[in-house]
């Protein structure tokens, strides 16, 4: 059974840095897109970041691009998200996913809280 296990938010001042991960047991790693997810209170989810299969395309949105950095380690089943000079709008759960390709993602962690105080 795949699971997606987020690790790695908690509560920073703005200006800090905090780094995520997403460990995979179970999935076939190597054959899926990955890509980072956030959902502030009240509002939608949103796409944050997302990588290729070798890590080799990566795209971000632009409130994030320059600030924060998606990487993988198709050995240790992990996607990393870095998050630099965050600001009090960044404030969400943020939530890893899995698919074949970006036009879809089959598999969903369950979130970890990033709360960013000013």
């Known amino acids: 059974q795949v699971q997606l296990v987020e690790s790695g938010g908690g509560l920073v001042q703005a200006g800090g840095s905090l780094r995520l991960s997403c460990e995979a047991p179970?999935?076939?790693?190597?054959?899926?897109?990955m890509g980072w997810f956030r959902q502030a209170p009240g509002k939608g989810r949103e796409p944050v970041a997302r990588i290729s299969w070798t890590g080799s395309n990566t795209n971000y949105t632009d409130s994030v691009r320059g600030r924060f950095t998606i990487s993988r380690d198709n050995a240790k089943n992990t996607v990393y998200l870095q998050m630099n000079s965050l600001k009090p709008e960044d404030t969400a759960v943020y939530f890893c996913?899995?698919?074949?390709?970006?036009?879809?993602?089959?598999?969903w962690g369950q979130g970890t809280q990033v709360t960013v105080s000013s």
């Open positions: 179970g999935l076939d790693f190597a054959r899926h897109a």
């Open positions: 996913a899995a698919g074949v390709s970006w036009l879809g993602w089959q598999y």
